[in-house]
């Protein structure tokens, strides 16, 4: 799997977008860039995924660069309950290996 | 979306002793179920690949003796850590993945281990 690259950490505040950067400069052509996110001390979250066009559902957008060698994660309202680690991981969409980097520890403050 | 079930929630051993812990998918059949653990203030580190009816697949240093898999159904896996010792004490998380579509990863609410 590619390596991917995450800021430690970022403050947002309440109600305002944020916006989580993750450069993936290695990708392969065949690979997805997953989000997750793990609140503390429960099991990751599902976010959101996509190949090579932006993304949106009910908890976020996913907008990738034409390169794809990096993306961005946008809550669009940020919420207290926002507060986690956010997880950027590349992977083949049929291998189901997947590991997890450091990631961004989002903090939304009020 | 998909739910993963753990059992249990956490759980306090003695050194030396053996514990189980359970991993469900609830509403969809999962073949391949991953094993996880993550100590504080550490990312998840994948430690098996479980397969329905099959032997796991282990990652390098992790010992298959000592952490038992079994999957013995679509919907069930089993990590059973033999021989507890107090450095097994961490967050294990297990997940189960779509088989189609877009093979993205649910995961449990994973079990607190805690060995004295």
């Known amino acids: 799997d590619a390596k991917t690259t995450q800021p430690t950490s970022m403050d947002c505040a309440e109600g305002r977008a944020a916006n989580l950067p993750c450069n993936h400069s290695?990708?392969?052509?065949?690979?997805?860039v997953y989000w997750y996110r793990q609140i503390h001390s429960q099991g990751p979250q599902y976010i959101i995924h996509?190949?090579?066009n932006n993304e949106t559902n009910e908890m976020a957008s996913l907008i990738i660069t034409e390169d794809r060698k990096s993306s961005t994660l946008i809550l669009p309202h940020a919420t207290l309950r926002d507060t986690a680690v956010y997880y950027c991981?590349?992977?083949?969409?049929?291998?189901?290996?997947?590991?997890f980097g450091a990631g961004t520890r989002l903090t939304v403050k009020p | 979306g998909a739910v993963v079930s753990q059992h249990p929630s956490w759980v306090i051993c003695k050194s030396g002793t053996s514990v189980k812990i359970e991993c469900r998918s609830l509403?969809?059949?999962?073949?391949?179920m991953f094993w996880y653990r993550q100590f504080p203030k550490q990312s998840l580190m994948l430690m098996a690949t479980s397969n329905e009816g099959s032997k796991a697949t282990y990652e390098q240093g992790v010992e298959k003796d000592k952490f038992l898999i079994n999957h013995a159904s679509l919907t069930l896996s089993t990590l059973t850590v033999t021989s507890a010792h107090p450095e097994d004490s961490s967050f294990y998380i297990c997940?189960?993945?779509?088989?189609?579509?877009?093979?993205?990863?649910?995961f449990g609410p994973g079990t607190r281990l805690t060995v004295t």
């Open positions: 509403d969809f059949q999962a073949t391949t």
């Open positions: 991981i590349v992977r083949v969409a049929n291998n189901n290996d997947m590991r």
């Open positions: 997940s189960a993945s779509l088989t189609s579509g877009t093979y993205e990863q649910y």
């Open positions: 996509g190949l090579k």
């Open positions: 290695t990708i392969s052509g065949n690979e997805y």
